[in-house]
């Protein structure tokens, strides 16, 4: 790992695009197998950056009468339909770009995220880009993002998320919002819509040490 420090990338709606599919995944599967379909994607984003099993208890609550059972089945079928989903995501260029400027500026790289180790570095690899981590802490890793981050020794977070950004409070490291997708975004938070501002703010860092 580089001296100057840890940089933590979410992987869904920061590195590829993925999160339109994975919220059309969301809506299609609850509504097919209960039938519910007011409100669920406010629901589905108002808790994004979780595992969806971990989305489904807000989504479909016990009080609302459905049953842990029914949301292991839920999880169990959108994870397998997530795999497709990502596999197709295509990378945000102005992502790919900034990578090797990264490296060669002595940052460590790691991927830090709710989805799957094997599925992510699967889609980094086919994308040419996973060259560039050190490392990725997938849903395997836990639930919380924190610990990842505390793991990881992250310096900085970037995400897309409110969730994002209270998981980088939490673990006590920086954080750079990065939406495309403001449906997900529920705080007044500043956020920006490219990865532009973050790339030039880490390479001033690096350029004043």
């Not at 169990?76 to 497709?84: F, G, N, P, R, S």
């Not at 790919?96 to 992510?120: C, F, H, M, Q």
């Not at 900085?156 to 919002?177: I, N, P």
Request: proline share 3%; charged share 30%.
């Amino acid at each position: 790992m580089s001296d100057l420090g840890v940089v933590a990338l979410d992987f869904d709606g920061t590195i590829v695009d993925s999160m339109p599919g994975l919220r059309r995944l969301a809506g299609q599967i609850i509504g097919e197998e209960t039938g519910r379909t007011n409100g669920i994607i406010d629901r589905y984003n108002m808790t994004t950056g979780y595992p969806f099993r971990v989305q489904l208890d807000s989504i479909l609550p016990d009080k609302e009468g459905f049953t842990p059972t029914v949301r292991d089945h839920l999880a169990e079928l959108y994870e397998k339909e997530k795999i497709d989903v990502t596999l197709k995501a295509e990378p945000f260029d102005d992502v790919v770009r900034s990578l090797p400027g990264l490296v060669n500026a002595e940052y460590s790289l790691v991927v830090v995220s709710s989805t799957k180790n094997d599925l992510i570095i699967d889609r980094l690899k086919a994308l040419d880009i996973w060259k560039y981590f050190d490392a990725c802490l997938g849903e395997e890793a836990g639930r919380w993002k924190r610990n990842k981050l505390r793991y990881a020794r992250a310096k900085w977070f970037v995400g897309d998320s409110d969730s994002d950004l209270r998981e980088a409070d939490a673990a006590g490291c920086y954080f750079f919002g990065v939406c495309r997708d403001r449906h997900i975004l529920q705080t007044e938070a500043t956020f920006s819509e490219t990865f532009v501002p973050v790339t030039a703010r880490l390479l001033e860092i690096a350029h004043e040490r």
